[in-house]
């Protein structure tokens, strides 16, 4: 007998980080509450570090989607592997320019990776994994989260570039 329904189950692991960060947060509220000295610092510091976790997990929830997409995704020493049922490939983030959300032929949002040397790889947001993409496409120069997370939260209907590598100019 589960305790939970499946809907407010997956709701509550998608934000799971969130919810842990406020947790600690509350627990830092708590320490520092009628403390001095040492004891007030340590607070704040748990009530700080709370509010870090709580603002990456939220971030992270955000970029979360519901699962079940077609194909699965693996992240691995700096090489996205996709495996779909109809496409397919493995894009090295070094080699990567372009980063797009686009609509996929099946109405819904994919991941567009532009690379040298091969066509662009179409990765829905919803595939198997796809989370593990957050942490590879932060560590990409420059790549602004929020835009990026912006572009998630809109309709299926256009085309929008999240990230162009940075071009190197001799003059």
């Given at each position: 007998?589960?305790?939970?329904?499946?809907?407010?189950r997956?709701?509550?692991?998608?934000?799971?980080?969130?919810?842990?960060?406020v947790?600690?947060?509350?627990?830092?509220?708590?320490m520092?509450?009628?403390a001095?000295g040492?004891?007030?610092?340590?607070?704040?510091?748990?009530?700080?570090?709370?509010?870090?976790?709580g603002?990456?997990?939220?971030?992270?929830?955000?970029?979360?989607?519901?699962r079940?997409?077609?194909?699965?995704?693996?992240?691995d020493e700096?090489r996205?592997?996709?495996?779909?049922?109809?496409?397919?490939?493995?894009?090295?983030?070094?080699?990567?320019?372009?980063?797009?959300?686009?609509?996929?032929?099946?109405?819904?949002?994919?991941w567009?990776?532009?690379?040298?040397g091969?066509?662009?790889v179409?990765?829905?947001v919803?595939?198997?994994g796809?989370?593990?993409?957050?942490?590879?496409?932060?560590a990409?120069?420059g790549?602004?989260?929020?835009p990026?997370?912006?572009?998630?939260?809109?309709?299926?209907?256009?085309?929008a570039?999240?990230?162009?590598?940075?071009?190197?100019?001799?003059?």
């Open positions: 007998m589960a305790f939970f329904r499946p809907e407010a997956e709701a509550l692991w998608r934000w799971r980080e969130a919810l842990i960060g947790a600690i947060a509350l627990l830092g509220l708590f520092a509450i009628g001095q040492l004891d007030l610092w340590l607070g704040l510091a748990v009530i700080f570090a709370g509010a870090a976790l603002w990456a997990g939220f971030q992270l929830g955000r970029f979360r989607r519901a079940g997409g077609p194909g699965v995704v693996q992240v700096r996205i592997a996709y495996f779909g049922p109809h496409t397919g490939g493995i894009v090295a983030l070094d080699s990567l320019w372009r980063l797009e959300i686009a609509p996929s032929p099946a109405g819904a949002l994919a567009r990776l532009h690379h040298e091969g066509a662009p179409e990765i829905p919803n595939a198997e796809a989370e593990a993409l957050f942490d590879a496409f932060a990409l120069p790549l602004r989260i929020e990026m997370l912006q572009a998630l939260e809109r309709p299926p209907g256009q085309l570039v999240i990230w162009e590598k940075p071009v190197r100019r001799l003059h």
